[in-house]
């Protein structure tokens, strides 16, 4: 390897990280956008990844579903989707190698009777049959990062406490797989929405601990109802429709800020993504943390 290969910084590596527990909405679908497309404008590479970790909370046709939207949107990933049921030996490597750096360790107590306060000092519950393991947080301090949107944004690890990496129950919890595959994928920027910018902490926590360079985060706002909800699965947000393609991600760009000219109303998904990849600006939307959705992405 050459000096400057060494010194150069890794290849942008963008994703889209969708969890299957039901089709595609709009809020989703500015999250698969703001990552495509700011991959893109840097010439980098945009994977998809299905986070199918939690069976009872899933859609046995979401992931497919996903897919196909997807492709009606016009969008091209990067190599084969990865699929997180696939990842437990390597999620498994990572909790042994915190475990022998003492850095997770097994509590049985159920979030309830820590009462809130998750620290290692309260985990003296009455033994019972299933265990979760625990990241040992540092007690106090604090981690600050640069969002490129949020700005700097900071979060005590009195606030994070000792956060589950496998629950009680079974599965991986999200932190600790998401920052297994975004290390083994080579993720460089994780562009997502401002619900998850209380994740980063956590995931910093872990990548430190790990001894792996840090992604940069961009997390956009998020889509709201007229109630002021997020527009999410959970609040039965719309589908998205795939013979509607082109006017939605024409409604998708405006709502990211982006000026679509008024020329590419109608345009095919493929011209109106090419057009926002040779326009993307994340500039706008600096500093905002929510929008309202138009009324045809709502609940339906
Ligand atoms: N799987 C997560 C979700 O669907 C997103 C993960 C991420 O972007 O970090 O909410």
Redesign the pocket.
């Known amino acids: 390897m050459t000096d400057s290969a060494l010194l150069s910084p890794p290849p942008y590596t963008g994703?889209?990280?969708?969890?299957p527990?039901g089709p595609l909405h709009f809020g989703?679908l500015l999250?698969a956008l703001a990552?495509y497309l700011d991959a893109r404008a840097h010439d980098g590479r945009w994977l998809l990844?299905i986070?199918n970790l939690d069976p009872p909370r899933e859609d046995p046709d979401a992931a497919d579903s996903i897919l196909r939207t997807l492709e009606h949107y016009g969008f091209c990933y990067d190599g084969p989707v990865r699929y997180q049921s696939e990842r437990h030996d390597a999620y498994q490597a990572i909790l042994q190698q915190l475990i022998d750096q003492q850095q997770a360790f097994p509590c049985q107590c159920s979030r309830k009777q820590l009462n809130g306060h998750p620290h290692r000092g309260n985990c003296h519950c009455p033994a019972a049959k299933d265990i979760a393991w625990r990241f040992l947080s540092p007690a106090e301090g604090e981690f600050c990062f640069d969002d490129s949107l949020q700005g700097r944004w900071c979060e005590a690890f009195a606030d994070i406490g000792d956060f589950v990496l496998k629950r009680r129950d079974g599965p991986w919890s999200?932190q600790l797989a998401?920052i297994a595959d975004?290390i083994d994928q080579g993720v460089t920027h994780?562009v997502?929405?401002i619900?998850?910018i209380d994740?980063s902490a956590r995931?910093a926590l872990l990548y430190q601990a790990l001894g792996q360079p840090l992604p940069h985060w961009t997390h956009i706002p998020v889509a709201l109802e007229h109630n002021g909800q997020k527009l999410s699965k959970q609040n039965l947000a719309r589908p998205l429709d795939n013979a509607d393609a082109s006017q939605t991600l024409y409604a998708a760009l405006t709502w990211l800020r982006q000026q679509p000219p008024p020329t590419l109303q109608g345009a095919p998904a493929h011209e109106l993504l090419s057009w926002a990849v040779n326009h993307w600006q994340q500039a706008p939307l600096r500093g905002l943390q929510a929008l309202p959705a138009a009324d045809a992405f709502c609940r339906s």
């Open positions: 994703r889209f990280a969708p969890s527990t989703s999250a990552s990844r986070e999200y998401v975004d994780v997502r929405g619900d998850l994740s995931q």
